[in-house]
């Protein structure tokens, strides 16, 4: 704001300036009434000075309450969003879903879903499972994969053929075109989902031991 006119005897403009870059509504009343009180008597201010510095502080007046405005329906929106992905995750529960990650739960109930997407054809997969330990406990390979989301279910052993223990695992996918070019693949996670937390990071959904953000779901489905 200007205030070159708000000037007077007793007024320092200089040091207000150094220390406020914006003015805010006491400051301005502050300065137009330091200035009425300072005003040389054989030159009074104008009153078309005057009631120019009213409209200026009701423009002042005016765009505080707008800021004011606009945060408090910042906030109520973000409180609104908030509670509503908290139901959205709510009723995730029991629902099948699909979640981009590298994380796979083996619990000893049945074969386990290991999913990826392939941007282009491949000839040849080869899938990698790991322990927590980062040992390579799996390595499943097969023929010719679509484009798209594909799924193989993995019975939950190792290359001998035994059961695994229970617990997370992770798995990554190596793919080649028919000329042997490498072909790019997104891993997920697909399950039933167990519970739901609701952390300082956001909204984690848990599939057995397994957890991740809401917002890597790319699919729901009831359960299987």
Do not use: C
């Not at 040091?15 to 301005?28: H, N, V």
């Not at 409209?55 to 606009?70: K, Y």
């Not at 040849?124 to 097969?142: C, M, W, Y």
Request: charged residues 20%; negative net charge; proline residues 3%.
């Amino acid at each position: 704001m200007d205030i070159s006119g708000l000037t007077g005897p007793g007024i320092d403009t200089t040091s207000l300036s150094e220390t406020k870059s914006i003015l805010g509504k006491e400051d301005f009343l502050t300065l137009l009434v330091t200035q009425l009180s300072n005003q040389d008597p054989l030159n009074p201010l104008e009153g078309q000075e005057f009631a120019a510095q009213l409209a200026q502080f009701s423009s002042v007046e005016a765009l505080l309450n707008i800021e004011t405005a606009l945060e408090l329906n910042t906030e109520i929106n973000g409180l609104l969003a908030q509670s509503m992905n908290s139901g959205v995750a709510a009723g995730l529960i029991g629902k099948t879903v699909t979640a981009e990650s590298d994380h796979l739960f083996v619990n000893g109930e049945g074969t386990i879903p290991v999913t990826f997407d392939l941007a282009s054809p491949a000839a040849s997969t080869s899938i990698t499972i790991k322990n927590e330990a980062g040992l390579v406990v799996r390595t499943i390979t097969t023929g010719g994969q679509e484009r798209g989301m594909n799924t193989i279910d993995w019975d939950g052993t190792n290359d001998a053929g035994e059961q695994l223990p229970d617990g997370n695992y992770t798995f990554s996918v190596s793919a080649t075109d028919l000329s042997g070019e490498a072909v790019r693949a997104t891993t997920f996670t697909r399950g039933k989902v167990d519970r739901v937390s609701f952390t300082a990071e956001g909204i984690l959904l848990w599939i057995g031991d397994v957890s991740f953000a809401m917002s890597t779901v790319t699919s729901v489905a009831e359960a299987e």
